[in-house]
């Protein structure tokens, strides 16, 4: 059987709808995407790797290979959902200390399309730190879904009200719009 033509990376953190991480990969597969999940080493916890590698036929991935072991493919396109406080603050000071966050750094500096949908209360959410870092990943054209168009902070407390609720498709159908503008642009998105 041919393989899709375009690649999907998913970047599962620990935050409560990571236990249904299931969904966005059983979408992005109808929709005929090949998909890579990579955990952070705490999301692990949320879901079980084995059902995620069992339907992307790819390894769940949440550590660097060894030296001389094969790298992961470059993606087309990278979703991070849910994203954490930990990681958005992490990603934007330019910290690695995570195969995710190693990705996350590597992919955003070659420019391949990213939508974060992050899961973060609003007591975290108005924080200054956090507020920064968003502002600076958006600057450097990373696609965050916080806010009205996308996840909205909520209350402390009150997140594992939302996990059925949380808007996967949002993030599967933001990237497949960068991806068409690009494809539909001589220039493309990419240097
Ligand atoms: C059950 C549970 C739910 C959590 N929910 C959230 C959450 O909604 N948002 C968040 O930012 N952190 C949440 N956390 C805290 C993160 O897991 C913690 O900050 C962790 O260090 C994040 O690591 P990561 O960013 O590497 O995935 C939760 C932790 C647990 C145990």
Redesign the pocket.
């Known amino acids: 059987m041919n393989r899709p033509d375009r690649a999907l990376t998913v970047i599962t953190?620990?935050?409560?709808?990571a236990t249904a991480v299931g969904k966005l990969v059983s979408l992005a597969l109808g929709r005929g995407w090949e998909v890579q999940l990579i955990a952070?080493?705490?999301?692990l916890?949320?879901f079980d790797p084995a059902e995620i590698e069992r339907a992307t036929g790819n390894p769940v991935r949440s550590q660097y290979s060894k030296p001389g072991e094969p790298r992961s493919l470059i993606p087309d396109a990278l979703i991070v959902a849910?994203a954490?406080?930990?990681?958005i603050n992490?990603w934007a000071q330019g910290i690695s200390d995570?195969y995710?966050l190693g990705v996350l750094a590597e992919l955003t500096g070659m420019s391949v399309p990213i939508v974060v949908l992050?899961?973060?209360?609003s007591a975290?959410a108005n924080r200054k730190p956090y507020r920064r870092s968003v502002e600076s990943l958006r600057a450097e054209g990373v696609w965050i879904m916080y806010g009205p168009e996308g996840a909205q902070p909520h209350p402390p407390r009150t997140?594992g009200d939302l996990i059925a609720t949380f808007p996967w498709h949002l993030g599967l159908d933001e990237v497949e719009r960068m991806i068409g503008k690009q494809e539909g642009s001589p220039e493309g998105l990419r240097p």
């Open positions: 953190c620990a935050a409560g709808p952070t080493p705490s999301a916890a949320f849910p954490t406080y930990n990681t992490k995570t995710a992050p899961f973060v209360n975290l997140g």
